[in-house]
């Protein structure tokens, strides 16, 4: 199989030799990024749990409503974002317990959903409920009032579900 050959496994130590290299090294490119919108929702409740029927207005920044062009024949949107309001001693916490609940499995960030995390980035499938100039209206979009938006992307089934992803079995529910 090709997966497993000799020359596949030498490529790949090769590139995590250099990915190591690189980030051990401190030469570890930085990332600037700018938000594209903001949301407008009216919702300032960090704690709030069911964000399922929030509906939310992301406008975009001047000049990107032609970005907009054939997103509205989706009906699922993603939404990227950046959770500015993370305090920074939890984005430098390296494990805590999901949702706070001490009775569940501690947890590295990276294992994690929430915003404490090295990089507090939100990605969040919402449903699109329409879209007005430079203002997409959107449901489910679990995220404050100013939040600052990075992205926005289709949902797109095909790419986007995996059907047989699984869950530890403290996270079925």
């Known amino acids: 199989m090709l997966a497993n050959s ?28 700018s938000p594209i919108a903001s949301v407008a929702n009216g919702e300032h409740d960090l704690g709030r749990v069911d964000w399922s029927r929030q509906r939310s207005d992301i406008v975009l920044s001047d000049g990107l409503e032609d970005r907009l062009l054939g997103l509205d024949d989706y009906s699922h949107i993603i939404v990227i974002a ?3 309001r993370t305090p920074e001693e939890l ?13 569940l499995p501690l ?19 919402c449903r ?9 209206t959107v449901e489910g979009l679990d995220l404050i009032d100013g939040t600052p938006v ?11 579900a995996r059907p047989d992803a699984t869950l530890p079995r403290w996270a079925e529910g």
């Open 150 to 160: 990075l992205d926005l992307k289709p949902y797109i089934a095909f790419y986007d």
């Open 107 to 125: 947890q590295g960030a990276l294992a994690l959903r929430g915003g404490a995390r090295p990089n507090p980035l939100a990605f969040t499938v």
């Open 6 to 33: 000799p020359e596949i496994g030498r490529n790949r130590d090769a590139c995590i030799e250099r990915a190591l290299t690189t980030y051990n090294g401190g030469s570890m490119t930085s990332v600037e990024l």
């Open 82 to 84: 950046w959770l500015d």
């Open 91 to 103: 984005r430098e916490r390296p494990r805590a317990y999901p949702a706070g609940d001490d009775r």
């Open 128 to 136: 699109l409920i329409g879209i007005e100039g430079a203002t997409v």
